[in-house]
């Protein structure tokens, strides 16, 4: 159990363009998905908290207008990359909370495969 | 300010001998503490939490860490690495009013050699 895909595994495309990448928990319901960006050999940084039929919270510097969030059912958040430049090029890691009816603070996350955004 | 510290960016071990992986944590409130383990290109595994209760915590793959208070620590150890264990190592807090958001730290790369 507690299973969480993302979509696509990785993308490739050109400056200008927009990348959608999906992250989809299949045996649990998500009230609540985390965004991060990793860069290589570094640490995670969150870049968005995505909640279940509201706005996303983003990080600071983080900005919302390129980096659109959407979490329109309990298993899917998607993160829309618009007009990508060559450095947003990073590997971008989802996970999700279990809501379940054991929502507490400590509910730990399930992190999804990530996807290696390439923008050339 | 929360924040999570791993000290080392590298740690070498040969297999068979026991491995120590170095984290460190300064919170407000209760800390709620988790290692993650990420292969090439891969997301991250959980490995253990510690949420209260006993300070020795045991989690997957013969790992286990110790919460010690008094010096805000929270290393992973584990008593005989194998060369599978190679990978990255993350720790982690979680502070409950913050939204069940994870600070993480720098991240640990563990090199087991046979």
């Known amino acids: 159990g507690a299973v969480v895909s993302q979509h696509p595994s990785w993308v490739i495309c050109k400056s200008g363009t927009s990348v959608k990448i999906e992250c989809r928990s299949l045996?649990?319901?998500?009230?609540?998905m985390f965004w991060y960006r990793q860069f290589p050999k570094q640490s995670l940084m969150l870049m968005a908290t995505?909640?279940?039929?509201?706005?996303?919270?983003?990080e600071q510097g983080v900005e919302k207008d390129k980096f659109l969030i959407n979490h329109a059912s309990l298993t899917l958040s998607t993160l829309t990359v618009t007009s990508a430049h060559p450095e947003d090029s990073s590997f971008y890691i989802c996970?999700?909370?279990?809501?379940?009816?054991?929502?507490?603070?400590?509910?730990?996350?399930?992190f999804g495969p990530g996807t290696r955004l390439t923008v050339l | 300010a929360q924040s999570v510290a791993q000290p080392e960016d590298q740690v070498n071990v040969a297999e068979g001998n026991p491995l120590t992986v170095k984290c460190t944590y300064s919170?407000?409130?209760?800390?709620?503490l988790f290692w993650y383990v990420q292969y090439p290109n891969r997301g991250l595994q959980f490995l253990l939490k510690?949420?209260?209760?006993?300070?020795l915590v045991k989690g997957s793959y013969g790992f286990e860490a110790e919460f010690n208070k008094s010096q805000t620590s929270f290393h992973l150890k584990k008593p005989s690495a194998l060369v599978s264990d190679s990978a990255l190592y993350f720790c982690?807090?979680?502070?409950?009013?913050?939204?069940?958001?994870?600070?993480f730290g720098q991240g640990t790369e563990l090199s087991v050699k046979p």
């Open positions: 919170v407000s409130g209760n800390p709620y």
């Open positions: 995505s909640n279940e039929g509201s706005k996303a919270t983003y």
């Open positions: 510690y949420i209260t209760g006993d300070n």
């Open positions: 982690a807090v979680r502070v409950g009013n913050q939204g069940g958001k994870l600070i």
């Open positions: 996970s999700a909370r279990d809501g379940g009816l054991k929502v507490s603070s400590y509910n730990e996350q399930f």
């Open positions: 045996d649990f319901q998500a009230t609540t």
